[in-house]
């Protein structure tokens, strides 16, 4: 869990909001852990054709 929110960093927040802002907190840290991973693995393809095509170069053109 975040330490944003998490314990009494907002102690004028009753018990429901609190658990409520944690929540959307957790979702927006999953959220941006998946974009991450997506790039990663959309990186790591266009690596993976790059070197193919290097792979390819002057012998395959024979």
């Known amino acids: 869990m975040s ?3 998490s314990g009494a960093s907002r102690p004028s927040l009753c018990e429901d909001c609190q658990s409520r802002a944690v929540a959307v907190e ?4 999953a ?3 998946d974009r991450q991973e997506q790039e990663r693995r959309l990186r790591q393809e266009q690596e993976g054709e790059q070197a193919a095509q290097k792979a390819g170069g002057w012998f395959s053109r024979t």
Not at 26 to 29: G, M, T, V
């Open 26 to 29: 957790q979702r927006a840290d």
């Open 3 to 5: 330490a944003r929110l």
């Open 31 to 33: 959220d941006e852990r």
